[in-house]
């Protein structure tokens, strides 16, 4: 069973289920070339093992050793010791048979249920070990990254992956966006899923900066037929040279309640006021916040209304916030929605740019309105085509940045985004949230999650959230905290069979991009292909 | 027989028992070096030795030489006036059994009888020493037994006359180091003591 071309690191010595699995490293593999991350082939008796290393540590065979220690600058002295007086141990963490029993030979890897007997070899993972656990790049996998030290190809299967919301996490920095970049062409390529984009910072539609660098080609550059860039800042974007398709308005008219509730913390409001809103709604109707703005005081307060003088006025004082942004206008000239789900339904990825207007409020105003409506309008048609037993359609994933400010405990269970997140994929629209201060994030939306990728993550409180309801958190944060702080990132979840770290594939020259670009051509000739053949059979 | 031909022959054995025998040595300090690797026959079985004392006394017991230079110009000299001294010394090299060669298959342990008297002692050549040492287990009889002359300095020079026989002596020195990490696990003075004598 041995692989020819693995690399033999030492055997197993304990170990248990639960804590995973001590190996004792032979003297000729030395303890420095070790790498938390790092795959490991287990050679059981009647099964191989794989897992992953998750700690490294130094072992002597004699205490006196450390009290008097020998003469390191005697070089025959230090190659005997080593490996027998002294030696590495490795803590794997096995996660799967990979063969030896029949379900794994036909179902492929199956999760461990007991531990390598004592003095099992383990070796370095070999390319085909990791190709046979994570698949190869095809129609339905994604290559996403390299393991640490090795060129193998690690694949994500975007299929299973777009089923359940998921997160992208990490210090700022860490190369969240282009990680994200990376995946959200992915989905264009692989998946059936269409993605809206609320890109803050104008990522993602055109142009991407790089730190100490010229920008990088964003996703209409590279797939002008599949990505539709509006934009709620024509200026800013025209003076960027981005080709938008669409300027985004939005009228006074369609600000809702569950809008404003949302920015209760960032327009300071106080509960009151923001019960006063839903009173004001249900008096004046769509007009209710240029009312509002209107009243000169509470004695204008039409009958059967009760508010408070300070009431109205920290309310006027928000909603004067609101009146300010420069894409609010009395009544929108466009039915913004309608055209996003215009284009979603023709297969066009939408990105939404928000130009100059970074600011919090608008990103969540605008966010939680648009996907308010485009998710109301999904579940009536998921609805229907399951009573009319038609297509549903199309799955959409909804890109979010910031996401502590959308799900945090105060709002989770009010806004949108709590919804979809809960609900999952009911209704076909699931989330894929961003964000560097994931702690922020509410723990029930938090373990419905499915797949989490994270980059180096050093706050403890945000690498114990992101953990939170793994089996093995304590041998994953001591792998999470050693990630480099650029390229490398932490998958675990539902769309992978086992944690993995990888280093980011590569994103920004003009190979990259010819790659990326490539792939997709050749899969859409292939599935051509197929689908002549399936014709004529 | 042809191959003894080619060995050195350096004595012959005058006192056996399970785990040792002594050899007379044929020319008067003419003994095999500390730690050497010697052998002798018991009928089909070949016995394996490893020298950890070599003594030069009188032929007679009770008879103590006694200091004869005082007017002679060299040490050379005494010898040159008596040349008696020659046959009333005798040099004797004792041996720690460490293995055999039964039908052509070579044991690590002791084997089932000991030497016979007056069997010829032969110095190993060099691929009998190689071919002996490819396995280390000879080194738990060292260390398990109590021996007039010092374990460790016993061990030291028989892995340092062994390297000899090694191209990379440094290579053989480094894997028997190894072997005798783990056999000394909870010695590690003993180790180093060990180790600093084999040490190039």
């Known amino acids: 069973m041995t692989q020819e071309n693995s690399q033999r690191l030492g055997i197993v010595v304990s170990g248990s289920l639960n804590k995973g699995v001590e190996v004792r490293l032979d003297s000729s593999a030395s303890v420095e070339d070790m790498a938390v991350g790092r795959y490991v082939t287990i050679e059981g008796q009647k099964q191989r093992f794989f897992g992953m290393i998750t700690d490294v540590s130094l072992g002597v065979i004699d205490q006196k050793l450390t009290l008097t220690p020998p003469d390191v600058s005697d070089s025959f002295t230090t190659e005997v010791l080593a490996g027998t007086s002294t030696y590495g141990m490795l803590h794997v963490s096995p996660y799967l048979t990979i063969a030896g029993d029949v379900t794994s030979l036909i179902e492929g890897p199956q999760p461990v249920k007991t531990v390598p007997s004592h003095f099992s070899t383990a070796n370095l993972a070999s390319d085909q070990d990791i190709e046979l656990v994570f698949g190869k790049e095809d129609k339905e996998r994604f290559w996403i990254g390299n393991p640490l030290d090795m060129e193998t190809k690690v694949c994500l299967n975007l299929q299973e992956f777009v089923k359940r919301s998921n997160g992208i996490f990490g210090k700022s920095g860490t190369g969240k966006t282009f990680l994200t970049r990376i995946l959200l062409i992915g989905l264009l390529q692989k998946s059936q899923a269409v993605n809206l984009i609320f890109d803050m910072h104008n990522e993602y539609g055109w142009a991407g900066t790089r730190e100490g660098g010229a920008p990088v080609k964003a996703l209409k550059q590279l797939f002008p037929s599949n990505v539709a860039v509006f934009t709620l800042d024509e200026e800013n974007s025209r003076r960027r040279g981005v080709s938008t398709d669409f300027v985004v308005r939005i009228g006074y008219d369609e600000i809702e309640p569950e809008d404003i509730v949302l920015l209760r913390q960032t327009l300071n409001l106080t509960e009151l006021a923001v019960e006063a809103v839903h009173q004001l709604f249900r008096k004046f109707g769509k007009n209710w916040l240029q009312s509002t703005l209107a009243l000169k005081d509470t004695e204008e307060l039409p009958e059967g209304l009760n508010i408070h003088e300070s009431t109205l006025n920290n309310l006027q004082r928000g909603l004067a916030t609101i009146r300010r942004l420069p894409f609010i206008e009395t009544h929108a000239p466009t039915n913004t929605v309608g055209s996003i789900l215009n284009h979603l339904d023709r297969g066009i990825n939408v990105v939404l740019e928000f130009g100059r207007y970074r600011d919090i409020t608008s990103y969540i105003l605008v966010a939680n309105m648009l996907t308010r409506r485009i998710y109301a309008q999904y579940q009536e048609r998921v609805e229907k085509a399951m009573g009319e037993n038609t297509i549903k359609p199309r799955p959409l994933v909804i890109t979010i940045e910031e996401a502590h400010k959308f799900l945090n405990p105060q709002v989770a269970n009010q806004t949108i985004f709590g919804t979809i997140a809960r609900e999952m994929r009911k209704y076909n629209v699931t989330l894929l949230v961003i964000d560097q201060r994931p702690s922020g994030i509410d723990d029930e939306v938090m373990s419905q999650i499915g797949t989490k990728i994270t980059c180096l993550l050093d706050n403890e409180r945000d690498i114990d959230s992101v953990l939170a309801g793994t089996s093995d958190k304590g041998e994953l944060k001591s792998v999470l905290a050693k990630l480099a702080s650029k390229q490398q990132a932490l998958i675990f979840g539902h769309a992978v069979p086992m944690p993995m770290v990888i280093r980011t594939r590569e994103y920004g020259s003009p190979e990259s991009y010819r790659d990326f670009i490539s792939r997709g051509e050749a899969e859409i000739n292939k599935q051509a292909e197929k689908d002549i053949e399936e014709l004529w059979e | ?200």
């Open chain 2, 1 to 200: 027989m042809e191959e003894s031909m080619q060995m050195q022959r350096v004595g012959e054995v005058i006192e056996a028992s399970t785990t040792e025998f002594v050899a007379q040595c044929y020319e008067l300090y003419q003994s095999p070096p500390l730690g050497s690797l010697v052998k002798t026959r018991d009928l089909l079985v070949e016995l394996y030795g490893i020298v950890y004392n070599t003594t030069t006394t009188s032929l007679e017991p009770g008879r103590r030489p006694i200091a004869r230079g005082k007017d002679e110009a060299s040490e050379e000299e005494i010898y040159r006036s008596s040349p008696q001294l020659l046959e009333l010394l005798r040099s004797e090299s004792s041996a720690l059994v460490v293995g055999h060669n039964q039908g052509d298959k070579l044991h690590h342990y002791l084997p089932p009888k000991p030497a016979r008297i007056h069997g010829f002692v032969y110095l190993c050549p060099s691929e009998e020493v190689k071919e002996f040492s490819q396995s280390f287990n000879f080194l738990t009889i060292l260390i398990n037994t109590h021996l007039p002359v010092s374990q460790d300095e016993l061990i030291a020079a028989c892995l340092r006359q062994m390297s000899q026989a090694y191209e990379d002596r440094y290579a053989f020195l480094v894997a028997a180091g190894k072997e005798l990490a783990v056999l000394l696990g909870g010695e590690f003075n003993q180790l180093k003591a060990i180790l600093e004598r084999i040490r190039q």
